[in-house]
T-cell receptor, first 112, second 111 residues
Protein backbone atom coordinates (compact mmCIF):
# COMPACT_ATOMS: atom_id res chain seq x y z
CA UNK A 1 0.00 0.00 0.00
CA UNK A 2 1.62 3.23 -1.20
CA UNK A 3 -0.56 5.49 0.93
CA UNK A 4 -2.06 7.15 -2.14
CA UNK A 5 -5.79 6.60 -2.50
CA UNK A 6 -7.90 6.95 -5.61
CA UNK A 7 -11.64 6.81 -6.08
CA UNK A 8 -13.55 5.33 -7.70
CA UNK A 9 -11.72 2.13 -8.58
CA UNK A 10 -13.91 1.50 -11.61
CA UNK A 11 -16.05 3.87 -13.64
CA UNK A 12 -18.27 3.02 -16.58
CA UNK A 13 -19.90 5.81 -18.51
CA UNK A 14 -21.10 6.79 -21.96
CA UNK A 15 -19.60 8.93 -24.67
CA UNK A 16 -20.19 12.64 -24.22
CA UNK A 17 -20.39 12.40 -20.45
CA UNK A 18 -18.23 14.05 -17.80
CA UNK A 19 -16.53 12.32 -14.87
CA UNK A 20 -14.37 13.32 -11.92
CA UNK A 21 -11.57 11.18 -10.56
CA UNK A 22 -10.29 11.84 -7.06
CA UNK A 23 -6.86 11.36 -5.51
CA UNK A 24 -5.60 11.75 -1.95
CA UNK A 25 -1.80 11.91 -1.70
CA UNK A 26 0.36 10.27 0.94
CA UNK A 27 0.36 12.13 4.23
CA UNK A 28 2.85 14.98 3.98
CA UNK A 29 3.28 14.87 0.22
CA UNK A 30 2.80 18.21 -1.49
CA UNK A 31 2.94 17.17 -5.13
CA UNK A 32 0.35 15.23 -7.12
CA UNK A 33 0.74 13.81 -10.62
CA UNK A 34 -1.85 12.39 -13.00
CA UNK A 35 -1.08 9.74 -15.62
CA UNK A 36 -3.11 7.94 -18.26
CA UNK A 37 -2.21 4.37 -19.15
CA UNK A 38 -3.69 2.57 -22.11
CA UNK A 39 -2.49 -0.64 -23.73
CA UNK A 40 -1.05 1.02 -26.79
CA UNK A 41 0.27 4.24 -25.25
CA UNK A 42 2.03 3.20 -22.06
CA UNK A 43 2.14 5.52 -19.06
CA UNK A 44 1.47 9.06 -20.28
CA UNK A 45 2.07 12.01 -17.98
CA UNK A 46 -0.88 14.40 -17.92
CA UNK A 47 -0.28 17.08 -15.31
CA UNK A 48 1.44 17.85 -12.00
CA UNK A 49 0.44 20.07 -9.10
CA UNK A 50 2.65 21.23 -6.26
CA UNK A 51 1.10 22.73 -3.15
CA UNK A 52 -2.01 23.80 -5.02
CA UNK A 53 -0.32 25.24 -8.08
CA UNK A 54 0.09 23.69 -11.51
CA UNK A 55 3.79 22.83 -11.94
CA UNK A 56 4.07 20.83 -15.15
CA UNK A 57 1.81 19.90 -18.00
CA UNK A 58 2.17 16.90 -20.27
CA UNK A 59 -0.08 15.39 -22.90
CA UNK A 60 -3.32 16.55 -21.36
CA UNK A 61 -6.25 17.18 -23.68
CA UNK A 62 -8.22 20.41 -23.50
CA UNK A 63 -11.28 18.34 -22.52
CA UNK A 64 -9.41 17.33 -19.37
CA UNK A 65 -8.70 19.55 -16.40
CA UNK A 66 -7.38 19.10 -12.90
CA UNK A 67 -6.90 20.95 -9.67
CA UNK A 68 -5.32 20.49 -6.28
CA UNK A 69 -7.27 21.71 -3.28
CA UNK A 70 -5.99 23.35 -0.07
CA UNK A 71 -6.12 19.99 1.72
CA UNK A 72 -3.82 18.72 -1.10
CA UNK A 73 -6.23 16.21 -2.57
CA UNK A 74 -6.62 16.46 -6.32
CA UNK A 75 -9.35 15.89 -8.86
CA UNK A 76 -9.07 15.11 -12.56
CA UNK A 77 -12.09 16.14 -14.61
CA UNK A 78 -12.69 14.45 -17.95
CA UNK A 79 -15.43 15.86 -20.16
CA UNK A 80 -17.01 15.13 -23.56
CA UNK A 81 -15.73 11.62 -23.14
CA UNK A 82 -14.78 9.58 -26.17
CA UNK A 83 -14.25 5.85 -26.60
CA UNK A 84 -10.52 6.45 -26.78
CA UNK A 85 -10.50 7.91 -23.28
CA UNK A 86 -11.01 4.44 -21.86
CA UNK A 87 -7.87 3.74 -19.85
CA UNK A 88 -6.36 3.41 -16.41
CA UNK A 89 -5.83 6.76 -14.73
CA UNK A 90 -3.15 6.86 -12.05
CA UNK A 91 -2.40 9.45 -9.48
CA UNK A 92 1.03 9.65 -7.85
CA UNK A 93 2.35 11.84 -5.09
CA UNK A 94 5.73 12.97 -3.91
CA UNK A 95 7.07 14.94 -0.99
CA UNK A 96 8.79 17.61 -3.05
CA UNK A 97 8.19 18.81 -6.58
CA UNK A 98 10.70 16.43 -8.16
CA UNK A 99 10.96 13.65 -5.63
CA UNK A 100 10.26 9.94 -5.98
CA UNK A 101 6.66 9.31 -6.97
CA UNK A 102 4.36 6.88 -5.19
CA UNK A 103 1.46 5.62 -7.24
CA UNK A 104 -2.12 4.97 -6.27
CA UNK A 105 -4.05 1.88 -7.34
CA UNK A 106 -5.65 3.66 -10.29
CA UNK A 107 -9.13 4.26 -11.64
CA UNK A 108 -10.22 2.15 -14.57
CA UNK A 109 -12.43 4.24 -16.85
CA UNK A 110 -14.55 2.53 -19.47
CA UNK A 111 -16.37 4.71 -21.98
CA UNK A 112 -19.12 2.90 -23.88
CA UNK B 1 9.92 9.80 -30.10
CA UNK B 2 10.45 8.24 -26.69
CA UNK B 3 13.15 9.79 -24.53
CA UNK B 4 13.63 6.35 -22.99
CA UNK B 5 13.50 3.11 -24.94
CA UNK B 6 13.02 -0.25 -23.30
CA UNK B 7 13.76 -3.68 -24.68
CA UNK B 8 12.48 -6.19 -25.18
CA UNK B 9 8.90 -5.00 -25.34
CA UNK B 10 7.59 -8.44 -24.34
CA UNK B 11 9.35 -11.37 -22.70
CA UNK B 12 7.94 -14.75 -21.80
CA UNK B 13 10.17 -17.22 -19.99
CA UNK B 14 10.00 -20.34 -17.86
CA UNK B 15 10.36 -20.31 -14.10
CA UNK B 16 14.00 -20.62 -13.08
CA UNK B 17 15.46 -18.87 -16.13
CA UNK B 18 17.57 -15.73 -15.97
CA UNK B 19 16.74 -12.59 -17.93
CA UNK B 20 17.92 -9.07 -18.58
CA UNK B 21 15.86 -6.10 -19.68
CA UNK B 22 17.25 -2.82 -20.89
CA UNK B 23 16.50 0.87 -20.69
CA UNK B 24 18.32 3.09 -23.18
CA UNK B 25 18.48 6.72 -24.16
CA UNK B 26 20.65 9.11 -26.11
CA UNK B 27 20.33 11.53 -23.20
CA UNK B 28 22.25 11.62 -19.94
CA UNK B 29 20.20 11.22 -16.77
CA UNK B 30 21.01 12.49 -13.32
CA UNK B 31 19.06 9.57 -11.87
CA UNK B 32 17.09 6.62 -13.09
CA UNK B 33 14.43 4.51 -11.46
CA UNK B 34 12.92 1.08 -12.05
CA UNK B 35 9.30 0.27 -11.24
CA UNK B 36 7.29 -2.94 -11.40
CA UNK B 37 3.61 -2.79 -12.17
CA UNK B 38 1.39 -5.81 -11.60
CA UNK B 39 -1.88 -6.18 -13.53
CA UNK B 40 -4.59 -3.87 -12.22
CA UNK B 41 -2.26 -2.03 -9.82
CA UNK B 42 -0.09 1.06 -9.83
CA UNK B 43 3.68 1.00 -10.46
CA UNK B 44 5.80 0.28 -7.40
CA UNK B 45 9.31 1.70 -7.10
CA UNK B 46 12.05 -0.95 -7.00
CA UNK B 47 15.24 1.10 -7.03
CA UNK B 48 16.83 4.46 -7.79
CA UNK B 49 20.34 4.71 -9.25
CA UNK B 50 22.26 7.97 -9.42
CA UNK B 51 25.95 7.23 -10.02
CA UNK B 52 27.39 6.11 -13.36
CA UNK B 53 28.44 2.45 -13.12
CA UNK B 54 26.39 1.93 -9.97
CA UNK B 55 25.12 -1.59 -9.27
CA UNK B 56 22.33 -2.27 -6.81
CA UNK B 57 20.97 -5.64 -5.76
CA UNK B 58 17.51 -6.38 -4.45
CA UNK B 59 17.30 -10.10 -3.68
CA UNK B 60 17.31 -11.78 -7.12
CA UNK B 61 17.20 -8.46 -8.99
CA UNK B 62 20.39 -6.66 -10.04
CA UNK B 63 20.21 -3.12 -11.40
CA UNK B 64 23.05 -1.39 -13.21
CA UNK B 65 23.38 2.21 -14.30
CA UNK B 66 25.62 2.72 -17.32
CA UNK B 67 28.95 4.49 -16.90
CA UNK B 68 27.73 7.34 -19.10
CA UNK B 69 24.38 7.47 -17.29
CA UNK B 70 22.48 6.97 -20.56
CA UNK B 71 21.32 3.43 -20.01
CA UNK B 72 20.41 0.89 -17.39
CA UNK B 73 19.74 -2.80 -17.11
CA UNK B 74 17.74 -5.03 -14.84
CA UNK B 75 18.84 -8.63 -14.44
CA UNK B 76 16.61 -11.19 -12.74
CA UNK B 77 18.12 -14.47 -11.58
CA UNK B 78 16.00 -17.61 -11.34
CA UNK B 79 12.78 -15.87 -12.30
CA UNK B 80 9.60 -16.80 -10.48
CA UNK B 81 5.94 -16.41 -11.50
CA UNK B 82 5.69 -13.62 -8.92
CA UNK B 83 8.11 -11.58 -11.04
CA UNK B 84 5.45 -11.30 -13.74
CA UNK B 85 4.56 -7.71 -14.50
CA UNK B 86 5.38 -4.58 -16.43
CA UNK B 87 8.85 -3.23 -15.71
CA UNK B 88 9.15 0.52 -16.24
CA UNK B 89 12.23 2.67 -16.16
CA UNK B 90 12.00 6.40 -15.47
CA UNK B 91 14.73 9.00 -15.76
CA UNK B 92 15.28 12.57 -14.65
CA UNK B 93 17.64 14.48 -16.93
CA UNK B 94 18.58 17.07 -14.37
CA UNK B 95 18.07 17.59 -10.68
CA UNK B 96 14.79 19.44 -10.32
CA UNK B 97 13.19 17.94 -13.40
CA UNK B 98 10.39 15.40 -13.41
CA UNK B 99 10.97 11.76 -14.14
CA UNK B 100 10.00 10.59 -17.64
CA UNK B 101 8.80 7.02 -18.08
CA UNK B 102 9.79 4.52 -20.72
CA UNK B 103 7.19 2.31 -22.45
CA UNK B 104 8.02 -0.73 -20.31
CA UNK B 105 8.90 -4.39 -20.73
CA UNK B 106 6.07 -6.79 -20.12
CA UNK B 107 7.45 -9.93 -18.46
CA UNK B 108 5.60 -13.20 -18.09
CA UNK B 109 7.16 -15.99 -16.06
CA UNK B 110 5.47 -19.31 -16.63
CA UNK B 111 5.44 -21.99 -13.92
Amino acid sequence: DSGVTQTPKHLITATGQRVTLRCSPRSGDLSVYWYQQSLDQGLQFLIQYYNGEERAKGNILERFSAQQFPDLHSELNLSSLELGDSALYFCASSLAATDTQYFGPGTRLTVL
Amino acid sequence: TQLLEQSPQFLSIQEGENLTVYCNSSSVFSSLQWYRQEPGEGPVLLVTVVTGGEVKKLKRLTFQFGDARKDSSLHITAAQPGDTGLYLCAGARNYGQNFVFGPGTRLSVLP
